[in-house]
Structures are given as structure tokens and as C-alpha cells.
């Protein structure tokens, strides 16, 4: 973790990050990589997976896990409490609780597309705005991450409501950042698809259709997106109301 400075205007190091989704794939990644650089984590999904448990077994001073459903604001304002309980306060935050989509618009029924919108894109606002008065109120300063998709920037069929989704946080994470004024850095990372429960659903024609238009000839894999998330936790960038896009220039 890179040194914390009192600077006016520079945000520190984040300390300790709170990050949605992070019981599997990418999130749990993240939930690594914020422990590998020294912070304490508060990671909530669904479901506690064995993996995410096992790391808050090990380290119970510096990870605060949770059974909580994005969609219910309450449970997330109080998971934010007991976890600033247990490990103090909470600096920042990476919005990474998502699910995903594959039907043509024609075929999603009104249900599934008002579920991946209140899922993707209104909890995603509502934790964004508990996070921050909670961090206002405890530090005055932090670090939010948005994680959004390539589907936000060109046109993928079967993911018309999702899409939609990822463009609005993109859009938000611009407006947030010249909200705040620099007391809290946003950035919005857009990865290309990658192998997780997610993307189970495209087929290996699908998916060797994507590496084909890749410059790079491979998917991402989340550990091509780690260094781009540690960056912006924890580097003094000046990154602030960004897209970051990692997709081996498949979007290009
Ligand atoms: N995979 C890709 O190709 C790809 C490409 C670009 C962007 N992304 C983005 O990357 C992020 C991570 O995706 P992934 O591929 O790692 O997906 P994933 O394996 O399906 O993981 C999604 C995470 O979000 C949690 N989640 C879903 N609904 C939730 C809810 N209602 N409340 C709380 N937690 C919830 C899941 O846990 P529970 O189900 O237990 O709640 C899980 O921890 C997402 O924002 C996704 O849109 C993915």
C-alpha cells in the first residue's frame, strides 16, 4: 500500500474498502487484492462462498464478510455499521454486485429487465450513497470504483438492459466525480468479458468469436484487471471521473 499523505486534495491510500460481489470471480479477486496491499475489506453477496469465509476466518481483525442482498437498502446501511464496527472506517468503495443478461430485448420479460436495473444500476447508487455518508461523516475523503463493462461502449446483442445498466454507472461515476470536487475520487473500470459465473452463458463459438477480435488474441482474465483496481485504491493518480477500459483492445 502506497503512504498515506495529509497533502490537501490528495486522497490517501484507501485503508479499508468496502466492495460489493465479492464472494466470487472478480470481486473475490479484489477482495485478495485489497488484503495483499494491506487494507481491511467488508465484502457482502448473496451468498458467503467457502473461499470468501475462509479469508475472513483468517484474518478476522481485517475482513468483514456478509449475507446481503444488494437490492435491500436497509441490510446494506447496516452491514456498512457493523462493519465499521468491527474493522473502524470505511474509505472506499468498489461497486462490482452485478447480474448479468442473455436474451434479445424483444424476448426479456418486464420482471427481468426491472431486476437487472434495480440490481446493476439503483442498489449500485443507493450503496454508493450509504458508502458515502457514512465516509463523509467518518473521514471526509475516499475512493469509489464502479465496475462497469465494454458493453456500456459498443452494441453486444442479448444485453440491451444490462448495457443500459453500465452506461449508466458510467455516466453517474462523470457527474459524482465533478459532485465532490475531489474529496472523492471516481473512476469507473470496463472490463472485456472474462470466464466467471457471469459469462458461463456465452458458448466457446461466442467466446472464440471475441478472441478473434481481440487485438491481443485472449479474453481478460481478472487478473489483468487487479493492477488497474490497485492503482486507483491506493496510488496517488489524479485519475478522477475515468473510464478505464481493460479488454486487450477489443473495443478499439
Ligand atoms: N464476466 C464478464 O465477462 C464481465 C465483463 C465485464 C464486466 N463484468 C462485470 O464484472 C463484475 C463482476 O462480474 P463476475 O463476472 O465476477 O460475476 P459473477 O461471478 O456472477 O459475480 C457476481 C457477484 O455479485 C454478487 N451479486 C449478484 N447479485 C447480487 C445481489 N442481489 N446482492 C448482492 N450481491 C449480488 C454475486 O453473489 P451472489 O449471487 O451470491 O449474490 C457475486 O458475488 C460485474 O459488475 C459484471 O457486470 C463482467
Same mark, same amino acid.
Given at each position: 500500500? !502506497?503512504?498515506?499523505?495529509?497533502?490537501?486534495?490528495?486522497?490517501?491510500?484507501?485503508? #479499508?474498502?468496502?466492495?460489493?460481489?465479492?464472494?466470487?470471480?472478480?470481486?473475490?479477486?479484489?477482495?485478495?487484492?485489497?488484503? +495483499?496491499?494491506?487494507?481491511?475489506?467488508? +465484502?457482502? +453477496?448473496?451468498?458467503?462462498?467457502?473461499?470468501?469465509?475462509?479469508?475472513?476466518?483468517?484474518?478476522?481483525?481485517? =475482513?468483514?464478510?456478509?449475507s446481503v442482498d444488494i437490492t435491500d437498502s436497509k441490510a446494506v446501511t447496516s452491514f456498512i455499521k457493523d462493519a465499521a464496527k468491527v474493522?473502524?472506517?470505511?474509505?472506499?468503495? =468498489?461497486?462490482?454486485?452485478?447480474?448479468?443478461?442473455?436474451?434479445?430485448?424483444?424476448?426479456?420479460?418486464?420482471?427481468?429487465?426491472?431486476d437487472i436495473i434495480s440490481t446493476n444500476l439503483t442498489a449500485t447508487l443507493l450503496v454508493t450513497r450509504a458508502f458515502m455518508r457514512h465516509?463523509?461523516?467518518?473521514?471526509?475523503?475516499?475512493?469509489?470504483?464502479?465496475?462497469?463493462?465494454? #458493453?456500456?461502449?459498443?452494441?453486444?446483442?442479448?444485453? =440491451?438492459?444490462? !448495457?443500459?445498466?453500465?452506461?449508466?454507472?458510467? +455516466?453517474?461515476?462523470?457527474? %459524482?466525480?465533478?459532485?465532490?470536487?475531489?474529496?472523492? %475520487?471516481?473512476?469507473?473500470?470496463?472490463?472485456?468479458?472474462?470466464?466467471? /459465473?457471469?459469462?458461463?452463458?456465452?458458448?466457446?463459438?461466442?467466446?472464440?468469436?471475441?478472441?478473434?477480435?481481440?487485438?491481443?488474441?485472449?479474453?481478460?482474465?481478472? /487478473?489483468?484487471?487487479?493492477?488497474?483496481?490497485?492503482?486507483?485504491?491506493? /496510488?496517488?493518480?489524479?485519475?478522477?471521473?475515468?473510464?478505464?477500459?481493460?479488454?486487450?483492445?477489443?473495443?478499439?
Open positions: 500500500m !502506497s503512504e498515506t499523505t495529509n497533502e490537501p486534495n490528495v486522497i490517501p491510500a484507501a485503508s #479499508c474498502v468496502l466492495i460489493s460481489g465479492g464472494s466470487r470471480g472478480l470481486g473475490l479477486a479484489f477482495v485478495e487484492e485489497v488484503l +495483499a496491499n494491506g487494507a481491511k475489506v467488508a +465484502a457482502f +453477496a448473496r451468498t458467503v462462498t467457502p473461499e470468501l469465509q475462509q479469508l475472513m476466518d483468517a484474518n478476522p481483525e481485517r =475482513v468483514y464478510v456478509g474493522l473502524g472506517p470505511i474509505d472506499a468503495l =468498489v461497486n462490482n454486485a452485478a447480474i448479468g443478461q442473455d436474451s434479445l430485448h424483444l424476448h426479456t420479460t418486464p420482471e427481468r429487465i426491472e465516509a463523509m461523516a467518518k473521514v471526509g475523503k475516499g475512493r469509489i470504483v464502479n465496475v462497469t463493462s465494454v #458493453c456500456a461502449q459498443r452494441g453486444y446483442s442479448g444485453l =440491451v438492459a444490462y !448495457s443500459a445498466t453500465k452506461g449508466g454507472l458510467d +455516466a453517474a461515476t462523470r457527474s %459524482l466525480a465533478r459532485e465532490m470536487h475531489g474529496r472523492f %475520487l471516481v473512476n469507473s473500470i470496463a472490463p472485456g468479458f472474462f470466464a466467471s /459465473e457471469m459469462s458461463s452463458v456465452l458458448g466457446t463459438e461466442q467466446l472464440s468469436t471475441i478472441t478473434r477480435r481481440t487485438p491481443t488474441n485472449r479474453l481478460v482474465e481478472p /487478473e489483468n484487471i487487479t493492477p488497474t483496481l490497485r492503482m486507483l485504491l491506493f /496510488e496517488d493518480t489524479n485519475i478522477n471521473g475515468m473510464v478505464l477500459t481493460i479488454d486487450g483492445g477489443g473495443s478499439i
